[in-house]
């Protein structure tokens, strides 16, 4: 099956710096999203992003579908930024994702 | 929009009894759930595919008679955790597709089931 590898595992942050997560898969998908899992277990849905770039405040990310790989960007972090991001990909055209290991980002005040 | 809700958030219970867990699509209806088991400090492992109106596909390894799922309407699917033991124990997440326009997947806030 697919591969999907993210990185880097763990990410430390001062409040207000800058971050950049990355999402490797080893085959073509049809679809792709990026999800951050808060302290309490609640996956939120951050962008649906097969191909492109797309920005959502201080978040923003692309997808390089071509070669296989996409970026979260996350600008001025927060201490309400820590949590889990995950990515998930779908190849078929069911809806099944399959998640990557996630990234636990940590900003301190 | 887009909201998924799960219930029970949280669910105790002795080895050997059964357990139902809930997720609803509120706002918009959902053909295809998807049922994702998380272990602590790991990853959402799917467990199973659930569509509307037919049997659930689960994937490899995970036994469909231990967790019977049942899709009955377009916004709710069930998860039955049959004679439970501890080594169920785990965070159990539902998802439902939104098929207009993408297949968007929204996640439901989770139960945190604990046998005992």
């Known amino acids: 099956g697919i591969q999907v590898e993210q990185s880097p595992p763990d990410l430390i942050l001062q409040e207000g710096a800058n971050s950049t997560l990355r999402c490797n898969f080893s085959?073509?998908?049809?679809?792709l999203q990026w999800f951050h899992q808060n302290p309490w277990g609640q996956l939120i849905n951050l962008f649906y992003i097969p191909s492109g770039t797309k920005q959502n405040g201080r978040l923003s990310a692309t997808t390089v579908a071509t070669e296989r790989y996409s970026l979260l960007y996350i600008s001025s972090s927060q201490t309400t930024d820590s949590g889990v991001y995950f990515c998930a990909v779908e190849q078929s055209s069911y809806g099944k994702l399959t998640f990557g290991q996630g990234t636990i980002l940590t900003v301190h005040p | 929009g887009a909201v998924v809700s799960q219930h029970p958030s949280w669910v105790i219970c002795k080895s050997g009894t059964s357990v139902k867990i809930e997720c609803r699509s509120l706002d918009f209806q959902a053909t295809t759930m998807f049922w994702y088991r998380q272990f602590p400090k790991q990853s959402l492992m799917l467990m199973a595919t659930?569509?509307?109106?037919?049997?659930?596909?689960?994937e490899q390894g995970v036994e469909k008679d231990k967790f019977l799922i049942n899709h009955a309407s377009l916004t709710l699917s069930t998860l039955t955790v049959t004679s439970a033991h501890p080594e169920d124990s785990s965070f159990y997440i539902c998802?439902?597709?939104?098929?207009?326009?993408?297949?968007?997947?929204?996640f439901g806030p989770g139960t945190r089931l604990t046998v005992t």
């Open positions: 085959d073509s998908v049809n679809n």
């Open positions: 998802s439902a597709a939104r098929h207009d326009p993408s297949y968007e997947q929204y």
């Open positions: 659930s569509n509307e109106g037919s049997k659930a596909t689960y």
